[in-house]
């Protein structure tokens, strides 16, 4: 028996190589309603967090803590940040999208512009000191064109506020807000309705009335958004960029 003591560091050391191997990054998705999982009975709206999870191989797994209408505070208070918190470690990522409802002061979960830059910097601070990687995401445009086609911002003060932290605090920025609006205008005032929530009447049997909402992506929209992130991640996350597959857009 003895002489086949030797061999136990070996087998130890290949045990501990299997487990490492086995253990798959984490990507947390803390946001509201544009990134988060609906229901069956929403269908077909979609948040971009759903289809974002076909986009990664199997040493990844995607945990999608967005809610519907979730602020940043709001997101603190109902525990769901906590979540992150204990679960996130080295090696993780953190993605986080908030404003829509930040923004909104008749909304309870609104914040003033000071406690959402206090909110993220928290996000950022705490998910470093767990060894995750944040990345900081302005809230994806909605679909709003003046008179005479023209796209316009409706998140320019929170989506700047994403901006400024991100910078101060030397973490990764996709700029959704930006690449969103570029892709409506590009698409125009009628092609771009086809992202979002237009059901006409009886279109649809969860929407028997139709519906009209430029804020919340259908299908399509959703996953257009999720492969903005995606190609973002591959120039700005390039650790993270190998482990994605079938993205489209190069």
């Given at each position: 028996?003895?002489?086949?003591?030797?061999?136990?560091?070996?087998?130890?050391?290949?045990?501990?190589?299997?487990?490492?191997?086995?253990?798959?990054?984490?990507?947390?998705?803390?946001?509201?309603?544009?990134?988060?999982?609906?229901?069956?009975?929403?269908?077909?709206?979609?948040?971009?967090?759903?289809?974002?999870?076909?986009?990664?191989?199997?040493?990844?797994?995607?945990?999608?803590?967005?809610?519907?209408?979730?602020?940043t505070k709001?997101?603190?208070?109902?525990?769901?940040?906590?979540?992150?918190e204990n679960?996130?470690?080295?090696?993780?990522?953190?993605?986080?999208?908030?404003?829509?409802?930040?923004?909104?002061?008749?909304?309870?979960?609104?914040?003033?512009?000071?406690?959402?830059?206090?909110?993220?910097?928290?996000?950022?601070?705490?998910?470093?000191?767990?060894?995750?990687?944040?990345?900081?995401?302005?809230?994806?445009?909605?679909?709003?064109?003046?008179?005479?086609?023209?796209?316009?911002?409706?998140?320019?003060?929170?989506?700047?506020?994403?901006?400024?932290?991100?910078?101060?605090?030397?973490?990764?920025?996709?700029?959704?807000?930006?690449?969103?609006?570029?892709?409506?205008?590009?698409?125009?005032?009628?092609h771009s309705?086809?992202?979002?929530?237009?059901?006409?009447?009886?279109?649809?049997?969860?929407?028997?009335?139709?519906?009209?909402?430029?804020?919340?992506?259908?299908?399509?929209?959703?996953?257009?958004?999720?492969?903005?992130?995606?190609?973002?991640?591959?120039?700005?996350?390039?650790?993270?960029?190998?482990?994605?597959?079938?993205?489209?857009?190069?």
């Amino acid at each position: 028996m003895s002489k086949w003591i030797w061999l136990l560091p070996i087998v130890a050391l290949f045990a501990f190589v299997s487990d490492f191997q086995k253990k798959k990054t984490k990507i947390f998705l803390a946001g509201d309603s544009t990134c988060a999982i609906k229901s069956v009975n929403s269908y077909p709206e979609t948040g971009w967090g759903m289809p974002f999870v076909y986009f990664w191989d199997s040493t990844v797994q995607v945990v999608n803590l967005a809610k519907n209408g979730r602020s940043t505070k709001s997101f603190i208070t109902e525990g769901l940040w906590s979540k992150i918190e204990n679960e996130a470690g080295n090696g993780d990522y953190v993605f986080i999208q908030f404003g829509h409802n930040d923004e909104v002061p008749t909304k309870k979960s609104a914040t003033t512009p000071t406690e959402f830059k206090e909110n993220l910097i928290r996000f950022v601070t705490v998910s470093k000191d767990k060894g995750a990687v944040p990345v900081l995401i302005t809230p994806v445009a909605r679909r709003k064109f003046d008179s005479t086609g023209k796209i316009v911002g409706t998140h320019d003060e929170y989506a700047q506020i994403v901006r400024d932290v991100a910078k101060t605090q030397k973490v990764v920025l996709v700029d959704l807000d930006k690449e969103a609006q570029a892709l409506y205008q590009k698409l125009g005032v009628e092609h771009s309705k086809l992202l979002f929530m237009h059901l006409a009447p009886g279109e649809h049997p969860n929407y028997p009335k139709g519906k009209v909402d430029d804020t919340h992506f259908n299908e399509l929209g959703a996953r257009l958004v999720a492969e903005m992130v995606l190609k973002n991640i591959k120039t700005l996350v390039p650790r993270l960029a190998g482990q994605i597959k079938n993205a489209s857009q190069k």
